[in-house]
């Protein structure tokens, strides 16, 4: 069974710490992805990356950072977490299709920043 | 610019009672589309997904969508709710190229009511 694995269900950082998300995930995928969800906003795309050491922003990458070293694993990182970073954070895998490929999630990360 | 809708943001159908949640996309080339549910508390599900062929397309838990590109439309139905349905449904489109980018809707919230 396919698996997207985040370190964390819920965490509870305060303003001004350097937070890590972890994602890990065992299908041998080149894509992965990070999304934060809000209410009435859908998924909107962090950052992704397509390989090992390449990343990409996505359409809200301000205040967030992406590491990935290796081809399972892809961290995101907030560098001085803020209030308005509360949220779902939600982490996918894909092979490298053509759009045609769907997305594998993890359960997410409800993160809650004081 | 690709974009999708899915103009209702929430919906309560009974129990027994059909269902179909609405989906709009903006795409210039041929979409790949898909259908996810988010339980609460969890990750999405993939529930169907549609890039050629046959423009009805058969998913999990008794999920069906029909793609009109004359409508710009992918609609998903389901003949008789449970009340295990109540969830957020997510319709989004796939890029073409290999980076395996989705853009999502959205969301809609069914309540599913006894």
């Known amino acids: 069974d396919v698996k997207v694995t985040q370190s964390s269900r819920y965490l509870v950082k305060r303003t001004g710490e350097k937070v890590f998300l972890e994602c890990v995930q065992d299908?041998?995928?080149?894509?992965m992805f990070w999304y934060r969800q809000d209410p009435g906003l859908g998924l909107r795309l962090i950052y992704f990356?397509?390989?090992?050491?390449?990343?990409e922003k996505g359409d809200i990458p301000e205040g967030y950072s992406v590491s990935r070293e290796k081809k399972e694993r892809f961290s995101l990182i907030l560098e001085s977490a803020s209030t308005n970073q509360t949220s779902m954070y939600l982490c996918?895998?894909?092979?490298?299709?053509?759009?045609?490929?769907?997305?594998?999630f993890g359960p997410g990360t409800r993160l809650t920043v004081t | 610019a690709q974009s999708v809708t899915q103009p209702d943001i929430h919906i309560t159908v009974s129990e027994g009672a059909s269902l179909e949640l609405r989906c709009n996309y903006s795409?210039?080339?041929?979409?790949?589309l898909f259908w996810y549910v988010q339980s609460p508390g969890q990750g999405l599900q993939l529930l169907l997904k549609?890039?050629?062929?046959?423009?009805l397309v058969q998913g999990i838990k008794g999920f069906e969508a029909e793609f009109k590109r004359s409508q710009s439309s992918f609609n998903l139905r389901k003949p008789s709710v449970h009340w295990s349905d109540a969830a957020e449904y997510f319709c989004?489109?796939?890029?073409?190229?290999?980076?395996?980018?989705?853009?999502f809707g959205q969301g809609t919230t069914l309540q599913v009511k006894p």
């Open positions: 549609y890039f050629s062929g046959d423009t």
């Open positions: 996918a895998s894909s092979p490298p299709g053509q759009g045609r490929d769907e997305q594998y």
């Open positions: 795409y210039g080339a041929t979409p790949y």
């Open positions: 299908m041998d995928h080149e894509n």
């Open positions: 990356s397509y390989d090992v050491k390449m990343k």
């Open positions: 989004a489109v796939g890029l073409s190229g290999n980076t395996g980018k989705l853009i």
